[in-house]
């Protein structure tokens, strides 16, 4: 193989040949890293993606994915990344929102659509306008919160576990202890300067390869083994 990876067209006259299509629905578009993204206005993002399917030969929608900007007014994402068989090409639709705002739902035009809105509404709290079943996909019931928001904490609000005692799963806030929150952040190849919970009984041992034979025994073999 010449290459790792295949080989998609080139993305000359892509963003001109967006732009002409688009109008007015198109904020802005870059390419950067050989990939060609499309900013999106909002209201016009179900128009544009009937063009970008029917017209410029994108069919096939491979993935919805969220965002989450902070600092921006426009705090969330969704990416839209679209294939095209004819071309053999790959475009990004970028579109932004905030908490309140709903994204149109693409489901009319790719019914596979609806899981995959589906789960950024159930990572970011994303709403999507028009889907039939806005409903948590990988999170349980009653969760609260969205896992892939920068402020969510990493250790969640509950845990899960079964009770023996009441013979159901039960809910529990999460009790970290303090211990677990220290993190010393050195690399693993260069070793520990404390004694490690386990290894109190380990004995150093000295530079060189380790060997099962003691000096005075490779001295009477004579290094022939």
Not at 26 to 34: K, P, Q, S, T
Not at 116 to 135: A, I, S
């Amino acid at each position: 193989m010449s290459s790792p990876h295949p080989k998609y067209a080139a993305n000359d006259g892509v963003i001109a040949e967006a732009q002409a299509a688009l109008g007015e629905a198109l904020l802005h578009a870059r390419d950067e890293v050989g990939e060609v993204a499309l900013h999106v206005h909002r209201d016009h993002l179900v128009a544009a993606m009937t063009i970008l399917r029917d017209r410029l030969g994108y069919q096939q929608l491979m993935e919805i994915a969220g965002v989450d900007w902070p600092d921006r007014p426009l705090r969330f994402e969704a990416v839209y990344c679209l294939l095209s068989l004819t071309r053999n090409h790959r475009i990004r639709v970028h579109v932004g929102t905030n908490e309140a705002d709903p994204i149109p739902s693409i489901t009319g035009l790719w019914p596979v659509a609806g899981w995959l809105e589906r789960e950024v509404y159930d990572m970011y709290g994303v709403l999507f306008d028009g889907n039939p079943d806005l409903r948590r996909i990988l999170t349980d019931y009653g969760f609260r919160g969205h896992p892939q928001r920068k402020d969510f904490p990493l250790s969640g609000f509950v845990e899960l576990r079964y009770s023996e005692a009441e013979k159901r799963v039960v809910y529990e806030p999460v009790q970290l202890a303090q211990d677990f929150r220290r993190f010393d952040f050195m690399s693993p190849w260069e070793g520990a300067d404390y004694i490690l919970p386990g290894d109190e009984k380990a004995q150093p041992e000295a530079k060189g390869a380790p060997t099962p034979m003691k000096a005075d025994d490779i001295a009477k073999d004579g290094g022939k083994k």
